[in-house]
């Protein structure tokens, strides 16, 4: 941001160029600290047990050990489930992604585009459920989720996240720029809303659309408290289950420990790698819902 | 006259379409936000137990009284607190620290953004079991805070000692979030106007005061946002709590809330109790939001 005043300052004042040097140092040690956290996980689950707690760590593998992800993924009774607990994991958070933005933009474009009666209070009731945390309310869904039978189920895992106010805010921010005379126009052609909503506002708002699924994909990918609750059998476990009882069995050594965390984590940080501009989007959409 | 019986039925059927597309997510919401909080407070008034044949009895606020002299809940308080302070404090001072950092930077900037973030991207299960084994006794815990240090060959007991296992909680959070609160103060720092620290330039102003006098009042919001937003992510804190007792750390100096609330529910059955718990816990998110609103509403700031 003070790009063009250091220019002219860093040929003239040692003291910059100290400050300039600083700031270099800090950064990159700071990185450092970051990234080794997430280095280790990778370095660790291609080593045996005997060299992860060694002083001092060995950031190189000697040799790529793969018994390590063959024991994640066998589990320690040799049943295979963690093939099984990913893919719910898969089905759950994608079921979860495609409902969020299917519910989220219809809502938000009938919030963005249609004057009708009592839309503001319908916006805001929706923008109210923002404050109420998951964690007050777990109790009451688990309640009712078992009730209906749905415990350990995929219908028990999905239905609390089918749609959230974050994604309705998200889409109707979007949409609300859009322009009325293109929909207007379509409508003297004919067009049905349905048909408007399918041909015209979906095509055109594909990266929010991929920023909300990116996000709501993640945070199902992560969720344990609400499992935690509704599932009782191995499985219907997902994956964060699968680390926590993996983590707490005997058997279970370093290297498998971190072997099992890195296959939950390649196929986010792929995601993440080649699509970062979404996740940092996301991030940046998240801070704009501010009061 | 047959023109405005058209636009007439166009505004009619206007309104029944908006309805049509907000219904199913109004539902929604009415079924699984309003629903179960009514349900949670009523649920706390009752001495419920899961599992239970017994109809509840009705015992209007024994729960809130009870809890309010439990030893234990006060302690998942302090813990909870301790927690928010201890993490959002850094977090806020750091990701705004590193943000005028990276921005000043020509070189690198999409590196240390996406290299900061990059923790957020993984799953808070997992962070907590990488971190289990950096804390480990023979750990990469110990090694380089021994390094940093000079202390050679000393166990900094990480998850046994129980100001270090809260210190340990907090390091985990830190690092899984500075970068995604970066990334929110660069945004804020990249809509400030280019202008304002030109005009200062003509004025005479150096680096120090433009960070005193434009940068920082100019991301007050970016600031009232970002430390809300952590604070309530602090206050909900239960992943790594819960693995990290799991893996054998002691429960009481980090048995936050929302830990107590799923044990309460969970292992001792007392749902009555549990939903009181998180009604408390509900009506101290929405203190805080409620601080939010009144202080960003205070200064809302025209370039």
Redo the contacts between chains.
Sequence with gaps: MSDNLNKKKNKTSTQSLIIDLFIWIFLILTAIFILAPTIFMFTASVMPANDILKMPYRWIPKSIYWQNYWQGIRGNDGTFIYIRNILNSLIVASVVAASTVILSSLAGFGLAKYYFKGRTIVFMMIMATMMIPFEAIMIPLYLVTTKLGLQDSYAGLIAPFLVNAFGVFLMRQYFITFPDEILDAARIDGASELMIFRTIILPNSMPAMATLAILTFKSQWDNLLWPLLVVQSEEMKTIPLYIVKFTAEKHTNEGAMMAVAAIASIPILIVFFKLSKYFLSGAVLYSSRKG | MSKRKTSYS?ER??????????T???I??LL??????F??FY?SLFNKKLLSLKPPDFISFNNYSYLLKSLDFWDSIRATLVFTLGTFTPLLIFSLI?A???????RLQK?????????????????A??????F?P???G??WLNLIMNTPGIDHKWLANSVMVQMSTMLVYF?KY???FT??FI?G?AS?P?SI??AA?IDGA??WK?FWYI?LPLLK??TI??SI?SM?QCL?T??TQ??FT??GAPLAPINVI?LN??HT??RDHQ?GR??AM??I??AI??FF?WV??RT??ADEISY
């Design positions: 166009i059927k206007k309104t029944r379409w908006g309805w049509i597309f907000v199913p997510t109004l929604f919401f699984f936000s309003f629903y179960p909080i349900n949670a649920t590193f005028i950092f990276i921005m000043s930077r020509k590196f240390f953004q996406i290299a900061y973030y990059s923790p957020a991207v993984l799953s808070s299960v997992v962070a079991v990488i971190w289990l084994l950096i480990d023979r750990g990469l110990n090694q690092w500075v970068g995604y990334i929110i945004v720092l400030i280019q620290y030109e330039k150096n680096d433009n940068t919001p970016t946002l970002v937003m309530l909900k239960f992943s819960y693995l799991q893996g929302t609330v799923y529910a969970i749902i549990a939903s998180s009604i816990l509900f998110m929405l939001t939010q609103f960003s509403r």
